[in-house]
């Protein structure tokens, strides 16, 4: 089952944190930019965008010249509120450039097992897509310490699956630093290769998932087959792929070859 750009209108987008800070925390303007501009490309061509973004703890330990990993919750719950404001400012900032409106929405995993939450979070995401805004949306670390204890659960990876179930979204992409799902760590083994489409997320696809977390990210491949489950699982089409390749999303819209692309199942 292709993607058909002329059926797909409504897109999840999630970027990690990974993509959008630099080795020592700052945040990466120019990659930052380049997403952006295609989101907004997307938007001029009737496209309903909604952004998922990782990298707040990032950019707060860095605000507060924290250079170890934090163990402690409560200062990772800090961190995360000192570096939501950076994280919003800076994606503000780029869009406002080209006059794009943006909104901002915390999640935690009650909005979306409590009915009542979930209809209001379904009514307003959807209202802002009429309305033409981009809103960004982060895991609320202040008052959910699920994503920063690396719970099931509880990281922006399922959050967007979580979200694009929400909306009824067509494809959700998920922008990482590696090109996509491979059949063995790339990391550790020079025989892995690419696994471009996959119909049926198995043992075998879980147990190539091995977990890349590292000094800024709460997930890693594993996390990312689980939004993916959870997504195709709901009719959403999923792709994992590069997000420092150049017009990466221009590309997974017009189907090249490019990422893993997670076919979703009939419902």
């Not at 800090?78 to 780029?94: D, P, R």
């Not at 909104?103 to 939450?117: G, K, Y």
Request: charged letters at 25%; one cysteine or more.
């Amino acid at each position: 089952m292709r993607i058909n750009k002329n059926k797909i209108n409504k897109i999840v987008i999630k970027v990690g944190t990974n993509l959008l800070t630099t080795d020592d925390s700052q945040f990466h303007a120019e990659k930052v930019e380049l997403i952006c501009s295609q989101i907004i490309e997307l938007q001029k061509n009737n496209k309903q965008i909604v952004l998922i973004s990782s990298g707040a703890i990032a950019l707060g330990k860095r605000k507060v010249n924290i250079t170890e990993k934090i163990m402690g919750i409560e200062l990772k719950q800090a961190t995360a509120a000192i570096g939501q404001t950076l994280l919003i400012s800076e994606w503000n900032k780029v869009f406002n450039k080209s006059k794009v409106i943006t909104a901002q929405a915390l999640l935690s995993r009650n909005d979306f097992i409590n009915s009542t939450s979930s209809k209001n979070a379904k009514n307003a995401l959807l209202k802002l897509l009429e309305l033409n805004i981009i809103t960004i949306i982060n895991e609320n670390d202040v008052v959910s310490t699920e994503e920063i204890e690396n719970s099931i659960i509880g990281d922006n990876d399922n959050l967007s699956a979580l979200v694009a179930k929400l909306i009824d979204a067509d494809l959700l992409i998920i922008l990482t630093d590696q090109d996509g799902l491979y059949d063995k760590n790339p990391n550790k083994s020079d025989d892995s290769k690419l696994l471009t489409e996959i119909r049926d997320i198995n043992n075998e696809i879980l147990n190539a998932a091995e977990s890349t977390t590292n000094k800024h990210g709460t997930g890693g491949m594993a996390t990312k087959i689980q939004a993916a489950n959870l997504a195709i699982e709901a009719g959403i089409h999923v792709v994992i792929a590069n997000g420092n390749e150049k017009n990466i999303v221009h590309k997974i819209i017009n189907n090249e070859k490019i990422g893993t692309h997670f076919l979703p199942k009939d419902n």
